[in-house]
């Protein structure tokens, strides 16, 4: 089952503006973590955020986790044709050492040039 | 340095035939996990090995299994294949050590059962 869930399925916007996904899952989590997995490859680690914190940025890429929503979201600014990927985020409520990220079923993201 | 390593990257199968996939994680990397990607389940958790023990089991019945050798490289097998079992499947390997942060992926391996 999935715990986290991406919204919206799918987004199509042009290049240059910014893309917004949002993600919401049901349990306690001691991270959440954003992927980005262009078609049919293996999925790349885009950003990492602790439930102890609220925004975290790298690059183009700003995160946000709000834990009383049990909620995130992922904010690509100043899009490009090369950020057409699809976007999931995964959740992980692990312990004792063990970490094992639960995915949601993504949004699929179109950049337009 | 090198990134995970996922080999074959295409194999096609028949029913009833049995298949090994083959991954090879970051140097360093101890935690390797397999998942299982289809359009309609989405990114399904298999199992995760640590240090040649498995750790960590999904849902998924016993024709799917693995193993992690001494060093961490890991295999899965799946038997008596089912059509249902079209799939790609991806290698994540993480350090898990101090801190986690996060896996890196291999490529995946496509795998038709025709």
């Known amino acids: 089952s999935q715990q986290g869930e991406e919204d919206p399925q799918a987004l199509s916007i042009q290049e240059g503006e910014n893309a917004t996904m949002n993600c919401s899952y049901k349990?306690?989590?001691?991270?959440l973590q954003w992927y980005r997995q262009n078609s049919g490859r293996g999925l790349v680690h885009l950003i990492l955020?602790?439930?102890?914190?609220r925004e975290k940025h790298s690059g183009r890429l700003r995160v946000t986790l709000d834990t009383s929503k049990k909620s995130s979201s992922l904010l690509i600014t100043a899009s490009r044709a090369a950020d057409t990927a699809s976007y999931f985020c995964?959740?992980?409520?692990?312990?004792?050492?063990?970490?094992?990220?639960?995915f949601g079923r993504g949004t699929s993201l179109i950049v337009h040039p | 340095k090198a990134g995970v390593t996922q080999t074959p990257r295409y194999l096609i199968k028949t029913r009833g035939q049995q298949v090994t996939l083959s991954c090879s994680p970051i140097s360093g990397h101890r935690s390797v996990s397999w998942y299982q990607q289809t359009p309609g389940q989405g990114l399904q958790f298999l199992f995760e090995y640590f240090s040649e023990t498995q750790r960590n089991k999904g849902n998924f019945p016993g024709r799917f299994s693995g193993r992690q050798f001494s060093n961490s490289r890991s295999e899965m097998n799946v038997s008596t294949l089912e059509l249902g079992d079209s799939a790609l499947y991806l290698c994540?390997?993480?350090?898990?050590?101090?801190?986690?942060?996060?896996?890196?992926f291999g490529s995946g391996t496509r795998l038709t059962v025709v």
């Open positions: 955020i602790r439930s102890n914190e």
């Open positions: 994540a390997s993480s350090a898990q050590i101090d801190s986690y942060y996060g896996y890196t």
């Open positions: 995964a959740t992980d409520a692990g312990s004792g050492g063990s970490y094992i990220p639960t």
């Open positions: 349990t306690s989590i001691n991270n």
